[in-house]
Antibody, heavy 121, light 107 residues
Framework: QLQLQESGPGLVKPSETLSLTCTVS??????????WGWIRQTPEKGLEWIGT???????YYNPSLKSRVTISVDTSKNQFSLKLSSVTAADTAVYYC?????????????WGQGTLVTVSS | DMQMTQSPSSLSASVGDRVTITCRAS??????LNWYQQKPGKAPKLLIF???SLQSGVPSRFSGSGSGTDFTLTISSLQPEDFATYYC?????????FGAGTIVDIK
């Protein structure tokens, strides 16, 4: 059974960089059939797609966050990571990692449990 | 960005009721529409992909229909475990976007 698990600091100071890692178990992140993505959720904005990466390193980012986001993959560790720079209180959210089936209607079929990241001094 | 509008924003229903949730896209998205269920404190769960395809393991009381700009999620007979929030998501183009959600609670 595929499992995804987010990890990283739960508290980040304003203007600093948020860093999260998603560890994939029960399957290979190098599978040609799937992409891997980050989504966040806030009460104000709901669910927001952050970006997606393929095992080769190809990325797609949400234009609203693109200037601050970097998503990378480490196939040797079966992990992918999110970095979001210059954070503000508006970046406080539950962050999810997910697998993306990039077929007809690309969909998020497996999700991590989510991790709350609070931006505060 | 593609705007996804769900209606209603919330509804109250009883066990056994037939429930229909609507999602409208700001432009045609063909059948590039997915539905998710989310329970409090949990991650969203994929129910329907490509507008009408049932995700493996999802009960057959869930169904989806539509194409172009108008889509529906139907629960044929609401069960106690179905009280949750439901989201649509378009994937015709990036940025992928979600609807604001429909809360289904107990009448």
């Amino acid at each position: 059974q595929l499992q995804l698990q987010e990890s990283g600091p739960g508290l980040v100071k304003p203007s600093e960089t948020l860093s999260l890692t998603c560890t994939v178990s029960g399957g290979s992140i190098s599978s040609r059939s799937y992409y891997w993505g980050w989504i966040r959720q806030t009460p104000e904005k709901g669910l927001e797609w952050i970006g997606t990466i393929y095992y080769s390193g190809s990325t797609y980012y949400n234009p609203s966050l693109k200037s601050r986001v970097t998503i990378s993959v480490d196939t040797s560790k079966n992990q992918f990571s999110l970095k979001l720079s210059s954070v503000t209180a508006a970046d406080t959210a539950v962050y999810y990692c997910a697998r993306v089936v990039w077929s007809t209607a690309p969909q998020f079929d497996y999700w991590g449990q989510g991790t709350l990241v609070t931006v505060s001094s | 960005d593609m705007q996804m509008t769900q209606s209603p924003s919330s509804l109250s229903a009883s066990v056994g009721d037939r429930v229909t949730i609507t999602c409208r896209a700001s432009q045609s998205i063909s059948n590039y529409l997915n539905w998710y269920q989310q329970k409090p404190g949990k991650a969203p769960k994929l129910l329907i992909f490509a507008a009408s395809s049932l995700q493996s393991g999802v009960p057959s009381r869930f169904s989806g229909s539509g194409s172009g700009t108008d889509f529906t999620l139907t629960i044929s007979s609401l069960q106690p475990e179905d009280f949750a929030t439901y989201y649509c998501q378009q994937s015709t183009s990036t940025p992928f976007t979600f609807g604001a959600g429909t809360i289904v609670d107990i009448k």
